[in-house]
């Protein structure tokens, strides 16, 4: 499949991006990116998304350091979601957790 395959939003412009350690499996985040943010991720070789609430484009890492290196861009069967397996410079969490997902919802 190619960019022009992907079915983005119709009314946010936007795809959802499960990123993903390459070596481990590990789900690192979650995140959502627009046509752009995809086009720099796969020239760039370095995981960009849309900030829905800075409404901007941002490169992972470009303030703290903690940039994703792609090796990897898998679309879905509908073609409406992304899985960005990446080798990860840093803690992939703002609050410098390795992982977003490192809280457990209790039952």
């Not at 350690?21 to 995140?31: N, P, R, Y």
């Not at 992304?82 to 209790?106: E, K, S, W």
């Amino acid at each position: 499949m190619k960019v022009e395959d992907l079915k983005f939003d119709s009314a946010t412009g936007l795809i959802p991006v499960v990123v993903q350690h390459h070596a481990t499996g590990e789900v690192l985040m979650f995140a959502y990116a627009n046509l752009e943010a995809v086009k720099l991720t796969l020239e760039k070789r370095v995981a960009y998304f849309w900030s829905r609430s800075r409404k901007k484009l941002w490169m992972k890492g470009e303030e703290s350091g903690n940039i994703m290196k792609i090796i990897d861009v898998k679309i879905d069967c509908d073609g409406d979601a992304l899985l960005y397996i990446v080798d990860p410079l840093g803690p992939a969490c703002h609050t410098g957790q390795n992982t977003c997902f490192h809280n457990r919802l209790t039952f």
